[in-house]
């Protein structure tokens, strides 16, 4: 008997050792996945995510500004800033600075006489505007940089200081502040302009942009156009009678030009359906529903006439 | 709830150890003594079933060579002298018991034939009832533990669910990675129930049956040696 019980003692010994090794990598293998956490947010919600840096401060809501203009932001803050680009609208916050004593400061620009009193749209202003002085920019614009760094940026962040109304110091090389001078940044890239300057911005994309056509104007413009389009009943190929129709539209929201029909179809029915999608863009007239401050995203829009989606709920 | 905050909860978790010695070692201390005892019912079935296949074989290949050595024509006297010297079991024992009997009647004075053939039968019948008890001693080991064991794993299993969801009311977090492990070692518990009761039911059942063979084996020579035994007597008386 004893034999028998150190017998059955090794063998359940090692049955639990050869358990331990097995049983333990085998439960190991499947490795959890790493969890992702997702943020559930609205199309609205989206439309205003903060225009920023993607390593900005999270909790500050406020877009890398570097000078005083229309707000535009630039595809990568950190690049380095070319004033040959810049426009000055002529919506722009500030009033036109005088032209004497202001060359080296945050302005856009430090020629305002040529700029400022003529409000150009952007189309047009970009090749016409040269910087006619490329030495002092640079030195501008570090000094430009140093003003805004050397107050502490978190406090900075919080209460912009009203730095375009203040005169600057008079534009004279420092050699103390040759290093600032080095800017090493992409010379393609375009200041970060906005209504206040903040030289620490917010988390968040670059093209941020909070007017943007929300999914209710959306829905608003599509349901009045397709209250007002009387595609030719009968439900064989719906597919021919799709119009695609690209709209050109003034802030006011009416149409700047004619419509343009995209699709092209020899049918009679698409001939009546496309008739039909151009009657209903003029008679559509005003787009009240939609939202002057999203005018750059809907001033030129393409809007597909679909009969398929009249009957969809 | 805060993704940060799920997400090194889970990660903890997520790691936990489930081998089967965290298994053991994470548990409630009652989980821990029903597996204990578990493991060492599982350790003292073996030890008998070891034991008792011991047994039976070498009881059957005895039985094979006393028959062989009875059956062969030797002579009943010289068997006797030969197994007498030395303690027997099962058949050989039996043969020793009658035949003891008989020369004890024999020898004495008083030749009393009358009770004779009553008494080796009761002798032998003794003989055989204390075979029977050797083979079957322990048995009842394997049926209690065969029978109990799943309800003692069971029992572990509800107490560590028990803790487990208790745990769960307490962290106020549902999420598998916490109901997980505390079932885990629950479930482990009925496993080593019954990892512990099937080898014991089955070897019962094997055991019983081979005891049962073997009775009557026994009983059969038993007959057959009391109806020897009784025609010796009737000639002699």
């Known amino acids: 008997m004893r034999r028998a019980l150190i017998i059955s003692t090794v063998a359940h010994a090692v049955a639990i050792g050869w358990g331990l090794v097995s049983f333990s990598t085998r439960l190991h293998e499947p490795v959890p996945v790493e969890s992702m956490p997702i943020d559930i947010i609205s199309a609205d919600q989206l439309s205003k995510i903060t225009a920023g840096a993607k390593t900005g401060d999270k909790d500050k809501a406020k877009p890398l500004v570097e000078k005083i203009a229309e707000p535009k932001p630039v595809d990568d803050p950190m690049g380095k800033i070319s004033e040959k680009k810049e426009i000055t609208t002529a919506s722009a916050p500030e009033p036109p600075p005088k032209p004497v004593e202001k060359p080296p400061e945050k302005k856009p620009e430090p020629k305002p006489v040529e700029k400022q009193p003529e409000p150009k749209p952007k189309d047009e202003a970009k090749p016409v505007e040269k910087k006619p002085e490329p030495k002092v920019d640079p030195i501008a614009e570090a000094l430009k940089k140093d003003e805004a760094k050397k107050p502490k940026p978190k406090a900075e962040a919080r209460t912009p200081p009203p730095q375009p109304q203040q005169p600057k110091q008079e534009q004279k090389f420092d050699a103390t502040r040759i290093a600032a001078l080095l800017d090493k940044r992409d010379p393609q890239r375009q200041a970060a302009s906005g209504a206040a300057l903040n030289m620490a911005p917010s988390l968040g994309t670059a093209r941020g942009n909070a007017a943007q056509l929300s999914q209710s104007e959306l829905d608003a413009l599509r349901a009045r156009l397709m209250q007002l389009w009387n595609p030719p009943v009968g439900n064989e190929n719906p597919e021919e009678l799709i119009v695609r129709v690209r709209i050109q539209l003034t802030p006011d929201g009416k149409l700047s030009g004619p419509p343009m029909v995209l699709t092209s179809g020899r049918s009679v029915r698409f001939q009546t359906a496309r008739d039909s999608a151009i009657r209903a863009v003029f008679r559509a007239q005003p787009y009240n529903m939609l939202r002057k401050e999203t005018y750059e995203t809907w001033k030129d829009i393409e809007v597909t006439f679909d009969p398929r989606d009249m009957f969809r709920g | ?237």
């Open chain 2, 1 to 237: 709830m805060n993704p940060s905050d799920v997400a090194q909860s889970a990660l903890p978790l997520a790691n936990a150890d489930v081998s089967l010695l965290a298994l053991f070692w994470q548990a409630h201390w009652i989980v821990k003594a029903v597996m204990l005892g578990l493991l060492a019912c599982s350790v003292w079935v073996w030890a008998i079933a070891i034991d008792k296949l011991i047994l039976f074989s070498r009881t059957r290949r005895a039985m094979d060579r006393f028959e062989q050595a009875f059956w062969s024509g030797q002579s009943i006297e010289e068997l006797y002298r030969s197994l007498a010297a030395r303690p027997t079991h099962s058949m050989a024992a039996l043969f020793v018991a009658a035949m003891r009997e008989w020369k004890r009647s024999f020898e004495s004075q008083g030749k009393s034939f009358a009770g004779l053939q009553m008494r080796i039968e009761k002798v032998m019948n003794v003989t055989i009832a204390r075979e029977v008890e050797r083979l079957e001693r322990r048995l009842l080991v394997l049926a209690t533990v065969g029978s109990a064991g799943p309800f003692v794993g069971l029992f572990g299993t509800v107490w560590g669910i028990m803790s487990s969801f208790q745990s769960i009311a307490a962290s106020k977090n549902t999420s598998l990675a916490v109901v997980a492990p505390g079932i885990a070692e629950a479930l482990f518990a009925t496993a080593v129930g019954l990892i512990a009761a099937i080898p014991a039911t089955i070897f019962y059942n094997k055991f019983i049956s081979e005891v049962n063979r073997q009775s009557q084996r026994l009983e059969g020579f038993a007959d057959e040696f009391a109806a020897i035994l009784s025609r010796q007597i009737d000639e002699r008386a």
